[in-house]
């Protein structure tokens, strides 16, 4: 049996094919139209999982779409009937669209798959889709299920009770009380990009101090031992305007919203503190109810706040749950995928199997694949010049060394990654012992804030020599502190000296500097040898040579574009930037041995971005 599941016309659309309850593919459309975060419906990426798969739409028992448009539209007129005649701007921005599509997705996925498809479209309802990605691809094969985002049609919240093949909806928060659209307020304010820029303000926290906790707690959000939360609408603007916050938010903090791209106010740096901590205690309270409600000794999590993975690595430390397994595309992509586990699971009734160690997921490696003769191909249409290597482990020592060089390379090997992180497959990696390394990666290499951390990819076994982490992290979804043998104490304290940025990001704070933030922790992903086995030998290789068991592992990507897809991105990316070398597949390509016509403008990529 074939499902193909569908995510679109929010953010981040996305395509999944579960064939026989196996998932076969699943790619997010940003990938192929490389316009990031594409919300249009995702016919590169449907074309992709039916091309993977060698089957065609007649072929499609069923299309199952991430959320209920209907119920999504319900809320709408309602929000803007109970706040008229404010509004009417975005009422009035908001209508055609759904007038004209997002209320007739039944007739775009008919039309969209063609004449010769003959299967059922089905809907599922958004945390629904969330529930079924956190807890299907789990190991465990009983769990408490915990979602939490923006909102998907009332829901932005939801606690659940997973066992065997089926999920039990206990709890839901609803709109306009939502902790991600909270978040996403401080993201707003604080000059970033809502539903992108999350990932900055949480980066942003450790150089502030939490001063306004307090001042959220007291005005703007009450917080049940629940975790449930009231919000005061009169401090947004979400509900019916065109922005996240409202006049009286900002005066409550004494400023206007900081321009984006302008300096950074240490304001911003202590609102970030501040947020975070709020996400933070809110997070324990639904998971510690979770446990109450389903008394389960494990947790899933997924939805836009799951990939929070600070908050992440405190839940697993609390010791509320022994066990957590979070999903990698836990935002609306990963809908797609847990729109279609939902079906053929919960509503079909399938059985489902577990061992209770490992998931499903396939490491998340769901995307596109080049071998070996379509990278000859492409090497041979553009007349590059590279050097082919048809022994691993000879080409493994030339990427070791060079990373040993203090080189940044593009790593470009096998399926690409479902979900915003880099796992290994689609990376560009440097030396985590060199203590320039964040700032050159971050300022020429992917042309984005100075202050942003860089993420270690460690051998599995190594990780516990590192890092405070109990299990492991393959999905690169927990926050852990480097452990203090590790640490080169300065006596500086982390929050002195706050409003400049660039002299807290140079201080070097342990024997791996570039992938240490400022309060000692890190982002850390697990490798192992049967998740990724070249990945995995390369980082066995570089501790050989260095001692070193680990390198840092960031998107194959520039600010502002999608993680690259096609050896074609991955050149076009590796020209416009200071990487030394690229590595695709077998083959390695040198910075130094290209021709510089193939570079492009590389000046448009440095005047688009207004760098601190």
């Given at each position: ?9 929010y953010?981040?659309s996305a ?7 196996v998932?076969s593919?699943?790619?997010q ?8 975060q594409?919300?249009?419906?995702p016919?590169?990426?449907v074309?992709?999982?039916?091309d ?11 299309v ?5 448009p ?8 309602e ?14 921005r ?15 996925i008919k ?9 059922r479209?089905?809907f599922t309802e ?25 909102v998907g049609?009332?829901?932005t ?8 093949n089926?999920?039990?909806m206990?709890r839901e928060?609803?709109?306009?009380h ?5 978040y ?23 150089y502030g101090k939490?001063?306004?906790a307090d ?9 049940g031992?629940?975790?449930?939360i ?11 305007g ?6 009286r938010?900002h005066?409550?903090f004494?400023?206007p ?10 304001l911003?740096m202590?609102l ?5 901590a709020i ?13 109450e409600?389903?008394?389960c000794?494990?947790l ?10 600070v908050a992440n690595?405190k ?5 509320i749950?022994e ?14 995928l ?12 399938n ?13 998340s ?8 003769d ?8 553009q007349?590059?010049?590279s ?32 979900g ?22 971050n300022?020429?290499?992917?042309y ?8 270690p ?17 393959p ?17 500086e ?5 706050a409003?400049?940025l ?9 024997d791996?500097?570039?992938v ?5 922790s ?5 490798v ?14 570089f501790?050989?040579?260095t001692?070193?068991?680990m ?35 077998n ?13 492009g403008?590389?000046e ?9």
């Open positions: 049996m074939n499902i193909l599941g569908i995510s679109a016309f953010h981040d395509a999944a094919l579960v064939v026989d309850g998932i593919a699943a790619a459309e940003e990938r192929f139209t490389r316009f990031k594409d919300s249009g419906f016919a590169h990426a074309n992709y999982c039916l993977s798969a060698n089957i065609s739409p007649a072929e499609l028992d069923y199952v779409f991430y959320d209920k209907l119920l999504k539209f319900e809320r709408l007129i929000t803007y009937l109970h706040f008229a005649p404010r509004g009417f701007n975005s009422f009035s908001a209508m055609p669209l759904w007038l004209k599509q997002k209320l007739f997705i039944r007739k775009e039309k969209r798959m063609g004449k010769d498809f003959r299967g479209i089905v958004h945390h629904e889709s969330h529930a079924g990605s956190a807890f299907f691809p789990s190991p465990f094969d009983e769990a408490a299920v915990l979602t939490v985002d923006g049609e009332w829901a919240a939801s606690i659940a009770h997973g066992s065997g089926q999920l039990r206990l928060m609803r709109f306009p939502s902790l991600g659209l909270l996403s307020a401080f993201t707003y304010y604080t000059g970033f990009k809502v539903n992108s820029g999350e990932y900055k303000l949480m980066g942003l926290a450790p939490p001063i306004y001042i959220i707690r007291e005005k703007i959000v009450k917080i031992n629940d975790g449930s009231m919000m005061d609408q009169r401090y947004f603007d979400y509900c019916c065109l922005t996240m916050t409202s006049s938010f005066d409550l004494g400023a919203p900081r321009p984006p791209e302008s300096r950074i106010r240490r911003d202590d970030a503190a501040s947020i975070q996400t933070e205690e809110i997070m324990l309270k639904m998971a510690s109810h979770a446990r409600l389903t008394g000794t494990r899933c999590l997924a939805g836009g706040v799951a990939l929070n993975c690595g839940l697993l430390r609390s010791g749950f066990d957590i397994w979070i999903q990698p595309a836990s935002g609306d992509a990963g809908g797609a847990g729109a279609a586990l939902f079906l053929w699971y919960q509503l079909l009734g059985p489902r199997c577990s061992d209770n160690h490992n998931d499903w997921q396939q490491g490696f769901l995307g596109p694949e080049f071998d070996t379509a990278i000859d191909a492409f090497l041979k249409t007349e590059l010049r050097h082919f290597f048809e022994q691993e482990d000879v080409l493994l020592e030339e990427v070791a060394r060079g990373l040993e060089r203090q080189q940044v390379i593009g790593w470009f090997q096998g399926r690409m990654e479902f915003p992180r880099a796992l290994g497959n689609r990376s560009i990696l440097g030396d985590p012992r060199n203590t320039e390394m964040q700032s050159k990666m300022l020429k290499i992917k984005r804030e100075s202050f942003r951390p860089f993420a990819a460690v051998a599995a076994e190594d990780a516990a020599a590192y890092f405070e982490l109990d299990g492991q992290s999905y690169m979804l927990l926050v852990a502190d480097v452990r203090r043998e590790r640490r080169l104490e300065s006596g304290d982390a929050g002195d000296n409003d400049d660039i002299r807290q990001v140079n201080r070097v704070r342990s791996i500097p570039a240490t933030h400022v309060d000692y890190a982002r850390v992903q697990t192992a040898e049967n998740g990724n086995r070249r990945f995995y030998r390369l980082l066995r290789r501790k050989e040579l001692g070193c068991p390198v840092i592992n960031t998107s194959f990507n520039i600010r502002g574009e999608p993680i690259v897809c096609t050896p074609a991105d991955a050149f076009r990316c590796f020209m416009n930037t200071d990487m030394d070398m690229l590595v695709l597949g083959h390695i390509l040198y910075k130094n041995e290209q021709d510089a016509k193939a570079a403008d590389v448009k990529y440095k005047q688009s971005f207004k760098l601190d």
